[in-house]
């Protein structure tokens, strides 16, 4: 288990950290400021730091500076602790060197997922280079392009889009405590569709979903329905996929989708470069939780249909939504952040408000995938 320094001021929120963390199995070291954390630090080399923002003597942003400037310390992963009214601090935590923040008050299953995802990098970032993704797509995509006729023949109408199910299912559902779900749109897909002629638009539909469906296929979609303009995905852990979790395997299918919506776009001012198309941009978005794939009837193609339901999907579906208005070609939760810590990059992070939702979601900006660090790229040579 893990040596874990804890500043904080307040006592209350002291001690209940310090229990969840004992329960877990983690020795924790606690202090009442900045100050004497920082020298704790010093003399316990922690695996992870705890620290509240408002602390006397020595506040969270001054630690963690000081924190960076040591040669000892300067890697120890760094989770701050912050009140939802004080959103500014988080951004500055996170650009000044902060992996992670957590808001007051938090449950403590909060608190163990944020401490779990940073003790887990090492071994994220061992899976992240076990898999050869860059040969494997560009090799899975040929060989999967049979699969495209018949993923289309269950597309559903936009109306699915805005009278999504939440009912309970029945006893033909497929029941995830954990998955990933994922989203993707093309929001100026109607003044595209205005410049382009029927069988132009066909092509070009079919270049880019074509694409989306081999890449979450390839990476082990549980399920795929098209919504509207849009793709859902879900990703889920089985016997086939124990090494890679769900987020990760979600994750590289967005970095996927956003560089194929590159490659059309590329396409489109080649081909189409007279007629002043609207740029094409691709919009994801990852959220993890429960989900369900229930069986219902299809009304308008008949037979019967899984559909993933549950607020994973709702709230990934609004999430992207959102995201198009912070210009985040990929969103995602920071309950799929936490899935992923160690084998990402990210870049900004903001609390988005959600429609219907009465508070709003944490999530973050992914930009890239992790790369192996110098000592790990050695070990992996040697």
Not at 199 to 214: H, I, M, Q, R, W
């Amino acid at each position: 288990m893990a040596m874990i320094v804890l500043m904080e001021d307040d006592a209350a929120t002291r001690t209940l950290v310090t229990s969840v963390l004992k329960k877990e199995g983690h020795t924790v070291a606690a202090a009442e400021n900045g100050r004497t954390g920082l020298l704790l630090c010093q003399d316990r080399q922690p695996d992870l730091v705890i620290s509240d923002v408002q602390m006397p003597e020595m506040n969270g942003f001054e630690m963690l500076a000081q924190l960076r400037q040591s040669p000892e310390l300067a890697a120890t992963p760094v989770i701050l602790l912050t009140s939802l009214q004080e959103r500014a601090h988080m951004r500055i935590g996170m650009t000044t060197g902060a992996d992670d923040y957590i808001t007051k008050p938090f449950r403590p299953g909060e608190l163990r997922d944020a401490v779990a995802a940073q003790l887990n990098k090492r071994q994220v970032q061992a899976n992240l280079q076990a898999m050869a993704i860059e040969s494997a797509v560009s090799n899975a995509l040929v060989e999967q392009k049979h699969e495209l006729a018949r993923l289309y023949e269950t597309r559903l109408a936009h109306e699915l889009s805005e009278r999504w199910p939440s009912g309970q299912g029945g006893a033909g559902d497929e029941r995830f405590e954990s998955a990933t779900v994922l989203f993707v749109d093309i929001p100026r897909y109607a003044e595209v569709a205005q410049k382009l002629e029927a069988a132009e638009l066909t092509e070009l539909v079919k270049k880019f979903y074509g694409s989306a469906n081999d890449t979450a296929h390839l990476f082990g979609a549980r399920s795929m329905q098209f919504v509207g303009e849009g793709l859902l995905a879900v990703f889920s852990d089985d016997t086939n996929t124990r090494t890679v979790n769900h987020g990760l395997r979600a994750a590289r299918t967005a970095l996927g989708l956003v560089e194929s919506g590159h490659g059309i776009a590329k396409y489109l001012e080649t081909r189409y470069g007279g007629r002043e198309l609207p740029p094409f941009e691709v919009n994801v978005a990852l959220n993890s939780g429960p989900v369900t794939l229930t069986l219902l009837q299809d009304g308008l193609h008949g037979g019967m249909l899984k559909l993933p339901v549950g607020e994973a999907v709702t709230s990934a579906m609004l999430l992207q939504k959102q995201a198009r208005g912070q210009g985040w070609p990929i969103a995602m939760s920071v309950a799929t952040l936490r899935l992923v810590t160690g084998a990402v990059r990210t870049g900004r992070r903001a609390l988005l408000e959600l429609p219907g939702r009465p508070q709003p979601m944490d999530a973050a900006e992914l930009v890239g995938l992790a790369l192996p660090t110098e000592t790990e790229s050695e070990a992996e040579a040697a």
